[in-house]
């Protein structure tokens, strides 16, 4: 072919043709890569997580209940040293009896990280409880005495469990 080939002038007008739809592809094409490019680093930091107002509220309302079951402990513990098995139960079923719902209602407003870990803390609370009663109900002294001592650390464990402002607006710190 020469120089002058009617195919090579066909290329060179249809690529001046279509030379502004690339061009004009392409910049669209750098714009949106450096948008996403820059967006991913722009550097922000994520807020983290945090518990509202009214979640704070609700979960102190509750655990309000929930503290004064455990400052009944002392109490339960002098009902277990002297084998008072009627009154341990009495305890367990009267001012004790609401721990479980409001546990429940706690977990609810904790933050979905902490759930799990206050679910399983509140489960194995209940089933200290669940024991202890139920020790009570056989009259046997040493079940009682083992079933105590897990209703306490498991109030222990769970308290440690709601959060910080909680623990200091109830003065628990």
Known sequence: ?????????????????????VRRLASFALAALLCVG???CSGGQ?????????????????AEGFLAARDRLPELAT????RDWTFTRNLLHGP??????????INQRLLPADRP??????SQLKTAMAQLDEAARLQ????????YIQVASGFGRYAQI????????LKQV
């Open 1 to 21: 072919m020469a120089t002058g080939s009617p195919v090579r002038f066909r290329f060179a007008a249809l690529l001046r043709a279509c030379g502004g739809t």
């Open 38 to 40: 820059l967006t991913a």
């Open 46 to 62: 994520a807020k983290p997580p945090s518990l509202s107002a009214d979640d704070i509220a609700a979960i102190e309302r509750q």
């Open 79 to 82: 009902l277990v040293k002297e």
């Open 96 to 105: 004790m009896q609401e721990v479980g719902r409001q546990m429940l209602y």
């Open 117 to 122: 870990e206050a679910d399983k803390l509140a």
């Open 140 to 147: 046997d002294g040493e079940k009682l005495r083992k079933a």
């Open 162 to 169: 709601l959060p910080e402002q909680v623990q200091a607006d």
